[in-house]
């Protein structure tokens, strides 16, 4: 497994941007494919973006998609979540999460497909 550390999060205005960061450490990052999820408060964890371990393929949750934008960096074994075009119900705890030879780009991924877990950080967009 890897261990992962989440930041970027803050509180924002509704229509403004947030880049969140996932550093891994433990494994060897580049075979691990990347998802990021969000729960927020009384609701079930939700897939929002996952990557691949090359960064060829991404997949985003529909309520996502055209705002958010999931990138990694293998050299510097941090993956980035760009959040623009936030919204009220974008507000959540996200979690950045981690998987070996797991297929990105096929099929909804959800948080059991996943092994290996950051502890979340906070996400609040004001109307």
């Known amino acids: 497994q890897v261990q992962l550390v989440e930041s970027g999060g803050g509180l924002v205005q509704a229509g403004g941007s947030l880049r969140l960061s996932c550093g891994a450490s433990?494994?060897?990052?580049?075979?691990?494919?990347m998802g990021w999820f969000r729960q927020a408060l009384g609701k079930e964890r939700e897939f929002v973006a996952a990557?691949?371990?090359?960064?060829?393929?991404?997949y985003y949750a529909d309520s996502v998609k055209g705002r958010f934008t999931i990138s990694r960096d293998n050299a510097k074994n941090t993956v980035y979540l760009q959040m623009n075009s936030l919204k009220p119900e974008d507000t959540a705890v996200y979690y950045c999460?981690?998987?070996?030879?797991?297929?990105?780009?096929?099929?909804?991924?959800?948080?059991?497909?996943?092994?290996?877990w950051g502890q979340g950080t906070q996400v609040t967009v004001s109307s």
């Open positions: 433990g494994r060897t990052f580049s075979s691990y494919a």
């Open positions: 990557i691949s371990w090359s960064g060829a393929s991404t």
């Open positions: 999460a981690a998987e070996e030879d797991l297929t990105v780009g096929v099929h909804y991924l959800v948080p059991s497909d996943f092994g290996s």
